[in-house]
């Protein structure tokens, strides 16, 4: 297939693009605008492997963009939307970039595929997050259940799957979502959780815990997460949503302390910290469905942890890259205060 990868420069798109040229014999071109969480880097083996290259273009560019959508859609087969602003944090502070690219950018693309009428259908992958159905205190989300999302990042993946639905109902689109848990592997910027933590403790620097650390996320290894949507891309029903559910149900506190005794640094790091507006405390998805299709993920959490650790130790040049320029204004605005205010976890 000739498939058009937006976001294809950032943490699970880039997953999906390297995995997805070595497994298949597809044509991936990737639209990304490279904002701060997008990385060219990411990508520099498909366009260094020879084997890889030939099949691999890189556009630099806004989903936003429509005369720019409409003409690379129009070469497409299949478009998977990996596009978006993926921090809860940042959607606090700012919410407008998360509605341009989780909405705006979601219609656009939707209208490109709408308006190729060559007599050739193309397949519309979504992808989205169990962030949607918001707290869960117990049981499992089933992709049946009302949207509930608490957050504007959260709000806008919501907004964006509605559309798409609608597009399915309204004009037969062949569209599909997909709904990841908490995802974590090489690659991810630190300003999530799992990297950030690592990095900082590496450097020996706090590790800022949000509250009494007792969240509770399902954790999925990124190439699970990649694999699952290549799978859904090829098997999934139209018109349907599949949760990608993980294997590491725990909460923040212990994915803490294994990374801390992964990098062999004290607990005496971390610090408990003013809480995020709104934090929901529990996420858990139902993966039955996807199950049924044929898919399960591989990874446990220690192996992928573990993995991603020395991923991180043997890739400093990447990070403290990733950590620097406006990331200093950013974790300043984030996290002095809440340091000021730190009490021992």
Request: hydrophobic fraction near 40%.
């Amino acid at each position: 297939m000739r498939l058009l990868v937006t976001g294809g420069a950032g943490f699970i798109g880039s997953s999906f693009v390297r995995r997805r040229l070595a497994a298949t014999d597809d044509e991936i071109v990737v639209l990304d605008k490279l904002t701060y969480a997008g990385n060219r880097q990411n990508l520099a083996e498909c366009e260094v492997q020879p084997q890889l290259a030939n099949r691999f273009r890189f556009v630099l560019g806004d989903i936003c963009d429509a005369p720019l959508v409409q003409d690379l859609v129009a070469d497409a087969d299949a478009v998977i939307n990996f596009a978006a602003e993926s921090h809860v944090d940042r959607s606090i502070m700012d919410a407008e970039a998360f509605l341009r690219t989780g909405v705006i950018g979601v219609h656009t693309l939707l209208e490109a595929v709408r308006r190729a009428t060559d007599g050739r259908g193309r397949r519309f992958v979504q992808v989205s997050t169990d962030e949607v159905y918001g707290d869960k205190p117990d049981g499992y989300s089933h992709e049946g259940d009302a949207l509930r999302p608490r957050s504007p990042y959260a709000s806008a993946k919501a907004a964006g799957e509605l559309l798409v639905h609608s597009y399915h109902v309204t004009h037969g689109i062949d569209a599909l979502i997909t709904r990841g848990s908490n995802t974590y592997g090489p690659y991810q910027h630190p300003e999530k959780v799992i990297p950030l933590f690592i990095t900082n403790a590496l450097d020996d620097q706090p590790l800022p815990l949000y509250g009494d650390g007792r969240q509770e996320r399902d954790w999925l290894f990124v190439d699970d997460h990649a694999d699952a949507i290549g799978f859904i891309l090829d098997r999934g029903a139209i018109g349907q949503t599949y949760n990608i559910r993980g294997t590491g149900q725990l909460p923040n506190r212990e994915v803490t302390a294994r990374i801390l005794s992964l990098v062999d640094r004290p607990w005496s790091l971390v610090r408990r910290v003013p809480d995020r507006p709104g934090h929901d405390v529990r996420y858990a998805m139902d993966g039955t469905r996807l199950e049924q299709l044929g898919w399960r993920p591989s990874v446990g959490f220690d192996d992928g942890l573990a993995r991603t650790v020395a991923w991180f130790r043997d890739n400093t040049d990447w990070w403290r890259k990733a950590k620097s320029g406006d990331w200093l204004d950013y974790y300043e605005s984030q996290y002095a205060w809440r340091l000021a205010n730190s009490a021992d976890a």
